[in-house]
């Protein structure tokens, strides 16, 4: 089958998923304190939806699935989904990111439905700024749940991503970097995106990955390790060979020129970059008979709209429509 391809010449080969929009914490760059309306259950992709679009997307030449919310690991039963996509032809990497404050419990039924990579969003080791960045205080659960995750060799690597925001993670720097050198995690710095439920980004409130990477190197040098053309992330290991830090520069240093994803709503919709102000309705054909080839062709003609560029750092951009936690991270 032809690949899918959008019309830059760029071959899609990964999917995000997102399988619900709720989420048990509330991240300041991401929710606000109170006051989102969740999605009804119905409105929510069935797996078995979820199956149909994968397996559609994958014999397209879509193998690279990662699930994520919300907070998946709040969607009932998510294991049974794993298990699902796990065994669909073509699915060649299933990943999951999740805030990990359910991790201890699903670390071993997630492993064994077939589940081989995670992602661990973790932006603070202090327990008293942990919980004023989360609204939450579940620091030594998401320990846990991490340590629930090494006991598995099967899943590596746990990449443990922070969210790096001007003012508040400089702080969190060393501490976090020590984490990558003692422990079996690639620690990754995300640049903070306008993505915010709150929709109070601003261009001054992105600490940038070059930065983080001077602070680390004020202790410990770094060296550059190879990455394929579509990865997201920088990769550096330190230079005495113990531990890896990744930065990933949406806002500083854009991928778009070899970005190969799109993003699956839990409500059916087709996004084409995160900051998207139009999606692609699939609930609809799902639902009222449509076959595998009529699906294709929705999705081959959404992915040939799919943006040049995100647009953050040109005058007049405009916000994505959703915030992080509606669209999926």
Partial sequence: MEPLRDSW?????????????????????????????????DELLSFEEIERLVRVLASMGVDEVRLTGGEPLVRRDLPV???????????????????????????????EAGLRRLNVSLDSLSHVRFAEITRRDALDRVLAGLEAAERHPELRPI???????????????PALAELARRKPYVVRFIEFMPLDADQAWKGDDVL??????????????????????????????????????????????PFCSTCDRIRLTADGQLRTCLFSRREWDLKSPLRDGSSDER????????????????????????????SMSQIGG
């Fill in 208 to 253: 940038t990955g070059g930065e983080i990477r001077a602070l680390i190197e004020e202790r410990w040098p770094l060296e550059e390790l190879p990455a394929k053309p579509s990865s997201t992330a920088r990769r550096f290991r330190f230079a005495d060979g113990a531990g890896e830090i990744g930065f990933v520069n949406p806002v500083s240093e």
């Fill in 9 to 41: 010449g760029r071959e899609i080969r990964s999917v995000r998923v997102s399988v619900t929009d709720k989420c048990n914490f509330r991240c300041r760059y991401c929710m606000p304190a109170e006051g989102l309306e969740w999605l009804e259950r």
């Fill in 159 to 173: 990449k443990v991503n922070c969210v790096a925001i001007r003012g508040f993670t400089e702080e969190e720097v």
């Fill in 81 to 111: 989904l794993v298990r699902m996509l796990a065994g669909t032809p073509g699915v060649r990497d299933l990943s999951l990111t999740t805030n990990g404050v359910l991790l201890d419990r699903f670390a071993g039924p997630l492993v």
């Fill in 295 to 322: 699906l294709e062709e929705l999705i081959r003609f959404a992915v040939a709209h799919k943006e040049l560029k995100h647009k953050i750092n040109d005058p007049g951009f405009v916000r994505a429509s959703r």
